[in-house]
């Protein structure tokens, strides 16, 4: 496998400052990594893309989403290249965040359909209840048959799925009998085996008091018990709770045939790695920004170089802290604005309007961290496409 070459930068631009200067940053010396996977993985490691927005749609992007469907499946092409999985439709992509089921449900479609021309890409759909508003959800029942309603869709267009939580059911479930209720119901007639996904309400504060409880440790309780009496069914469990301890608590308590998947944007490196009792795999927002980091990280993980594993996923950490920092539910400004700075888009628009949900020095102190992951596949191209934004939000040298 080849290194990541040093080539030396030149590059400087001006990049604003909390006192309202600019200071002259000049480019660090960036990394190429491979464009495609060399070698193999010993972690299963997802990432949850995001959706490319239609910037010429004569559509309001807070009402409505208008997707650029070529860009956004060449997109995932990128990262099944790199050897890493796809999640679809999941709250990278703004799923119940400005993507709505409909058009969720036609990105599963194009997604599956996709991966199933190509040898080995993996690809796992989110299944909710985003469809049934919380307010007309009047009772459990209501919300097994949502669940079903999307099982159903995803299994027919030939997805794996990926059971998401349901804001319904955070507001109806009481306790955790309701929870045991509608998961031991649905987990019941799924074809094949599933990814559970609990979300912290750092992501969507509607999923406060998930597991019907506010307490993490009696939540943990509930949502160990149901993984376990159900783990036939069940492929792995992705926790986003930006809590590394818990996650390695709750993956030492699972059933065996179960995978962790981490959600900690925070701390993915070291769990990834693991300990002597055990090891996370991956399902990741951050894994879309920082694909082919990840990629060849993952790959020299695999071939026992932990060290070199530490040494390119570890440098990444500070952006992914930077992007998920609070309000972490606005983490996905952050991965557009990095597929943008790397060309895999031509312009910086999102689905409900949210290229506005960060300032302009979170912008910029993105630039500056990604640049010293390494992670500017192209620094001439992001520093012109970095001056741009600047230029369009009042910060012309």
Same mark, same amino acid.
């Given at each position: @496998?080849?290194?990541?070459?040093?080539?030396?930068?030149?590059?400087?631009?001006?990049? /604003? *400052? #909390?006192?309202?200067?600019?200071?002259?940053?000049?480019?660090? =010396?960036?990394?190429?990594?491979?464009a495609k996977l060399e070698g193999s993985l010993s972690r299963v490691a997802?990432?949850?893309?995001?959706?490319? =927005?239609? /910037?010429?749609?004569?559509?309001?992007? %807070?009402?409505? =989403?208008?997707?650029? %469907?070529?860009?956004?499946? #060449?997109?995932?092409e990128h990262i099944w290249d790199l050897g890493l999985g796809v999640a679809e439709a999941m709250d990278t992509?703004?799923?119940? @965040?400005?993507?709505? %089921? /409909?058009?969720?449900?036609?990105?599963?479609?194009?997604?599956? =359909?996709?991966? *199933?021309?190509r040898d080995n890409a993996l690809v796992f759909s989110g299944a909710g209840t985003d469809h049934l508003a919380v307010e007309d959800a009047k009772n459990l029942d209501d919300v097994i048959r949502a669940y079903e309603a999307q099982i159903a869709a995803v299994e027919k267009a030939g997805g794996r799925i990926i059971l998401m939580a349901s804001r319904a059911l955070a507001k109806l479930g009481r306790n955790a009998d309701d929870y045991i209720r509608v998961y031991d119901r649905v987990l019941s007639q799924v074809h094949e085996p599933v990814i559970i996904h609990w979300l912290g309400d750092m992501f969507d504060p509607a999923l406060s008091g998930y597991w019907g409880t506010a307490d993490l440790d009696t939540a943990m309780d509930t949502a160990v018990g149901?993984?376990? #009496?159900? #783990?036939? *069914?069940?492929?792995?469990?992705?926790?986003?709770?930006?809590?590394?301890?818990?996650?390695?608590?709750?993956r030492r308590r699972l059933d065996k045939r179960v995978k962790m998947y981490t959600g900690d944007d925070f701390n993915y490196a070291e769990l990834i790695a693991g300990d002597d009792q055990g090891f996370s795999h991956a399902l990741l927002g951050i894994f879309d920004a920082i694909a082919p980091a990840a990629s060849y990280a993952l790959a020299r993980l695999a071939a026992g170089d932990e060290p070199g594993f530490h040494d390119v996923l570890g440098a990444t950490v500070p952006l992914s802290r930077h992007i998920f920092k609070a309000p972490t539910r606005f983490y996905k400004t952050g991965v557009v604005f990095m597929a943008y700075l790397n060309g895999h888009q031509d312009h910086f628009t999102m689905v409900g309007g949210q290229e506005s949900a960060r300032s302009t020095l979170h912008l910029a102190e993105l630039f500056r961290l990604a640049d010293k992951a390494g992670l500017l596949s192209n620094p001439e191209l992001a520093t012109r496409r970095m001056k741009t934004v600047l230029a369009s939000r009042g910060c012309e040298p």
């Open positions: @496998m080849n290194k990541p070459v040093m080539p030396v930068s030149s590059l400087s631009l001006k990049l /604003p *400052k #909390a006192d309202r200067s600019l200071e002259t940053y000049c480019l660090a =010396a960036s990394r190429t990594f491979p997802f990432s949850a893309a995001h959706v490319v =927005a239609d /910037p010429l749609a004569d559509a309001d992007p %807070w009402l409505s =989403a208008a997707v650029d %469907w070529d860009k956004t499946i #060449a997109f995932r992509a703004q799923r119940g @965040m400005g993507l709505d %089921w /409909p058009t969720s449900l036609e990105l599963i479609r194009r997604s599956v =359909a996709a991966s *199933k021309a149901i993984i376990n #009496a159900n #783990a036939a *069914k069940i492929d792995g469990v992705k926790v986003s709770l930006l809590d590394k301890q818990r996650e390695i608590d709750m």
